[in-house]
């Protein structure tokens, strides 16, 4: 299995999830940029990248904005020559209670969520499609299947919303030879987590099948194999990384 001289970007991927995503390409044989508002972090990472052997490139991106997603895709053409694979990972998570979401965090929470996405795929496939290849990754949630209390209706309508966009982008490039998928963890620990009561870890390990919470790299694992040669044949695909939180 392997992603050997593909090209890869990776939206939020200086932390967390991102992060472990774009390790995982790397080792896999891709070059890697990393998107993401924390351009330290990012810097980091690629340095990292490098010490794999492989490209990285780390690039400052607000995934809701037009003009800094095509900014994006433009530097890495021009110092790569192609974009093969995008995973939209980048997302924030507010807590608040149904009744205290204000218009302005929703409307916040759905532009990354999922107008990030959106615009992102949008400029992707502009990429992908002469080149006859594309491999195309969003992260959602369980919550975005079962909805969630406590990461918000927000976060969770959002995350709902990038599964069906994924699968009307499925529809629409298959026969360009470009495939796209949705991978849905359940808890992972990461920083998002880190502060929340044990007790409320421990209720989700008790209720996850296998009696743990993911690691960052449980999640890299299923992009990975999504983004190579391997997967050709999958397409549309939800495929639930949450230790069999939810089973459908």
């Known amino acids: 299995m ?30 890697v940029a990393i998107a993401d508002l924390n351009l330290p ?15 990285a490139l780390a690039l400052r991106v607000d995934v809701s904005r037009r003009d800094e997603v095509r ?16 995973v939209n990972n980048a997302a924030i ?7 205290q979401i204000t ?15 959106f615009i992102c795929s949008q400029e992707a496939v502009k990429v992908m499609k002469p080149q006859g290849w594309g491999r195309i990754i969003a992260i959602s949630s369980v919550a975005g299947k079962m909805g969630s209390v406590r990461s918000g209706a927000d976060y969770s309508a959002s995350k709902g919303g990038v599964i069906a966009l994924t699968m009307c982008i499925a529809r629409t490039y298959a026969r360009s030879g470009i495939t796209a998928n949705v991978v849905a963890p359940g808890t992972v620990h990461t920083d998002l987590n880190r502060n ?6 421990d209720d989700l390990e008790q209720r996850t099948p296998l009696g743990y919470l993911a690691e960052p790299e449980d999640i890299a694992a299923a992009v990975a194999f999504l983004a190579s040669d391997e997967a050709r044949y999958i397409t549309g695909e939800v495929l639930d990384v949450n230790g069999g939180f939810l089973m459908d």
Do not use: H, K
Request: charge should be negative.
């Open 71 to 86: 900014e994006m895709v433009g530097r890495i053409v021009a110092a790569w020559g192609r974009l093969d694979i995008l």
């Open 93 to 99: 998570c507010p807590m608040a209670p149904f009744d």
């Open 103 to 117: 218009d302005e965090q929703w409307a916040r929470t759905l532009a990354i969520n999922l107008q990030g996405p």
């Open 196 to 201: 929340w009561p044990q007790e409320a870890l």
């Open 41 to 55: 972090a990012a810097d980091e990472l690629a340095a990292e990248i490098e010490a794999l052997g492989r490209r």
């Open 2 to 31: 392997g992603s050997q001289g593909r090209v890869a970007v990776v939206t939020g991927g200086a932390r967390g999830i991102g992060r472990a995503i774009c390790l995982a390409l790397a080792r896999q044989g891709a070059d």
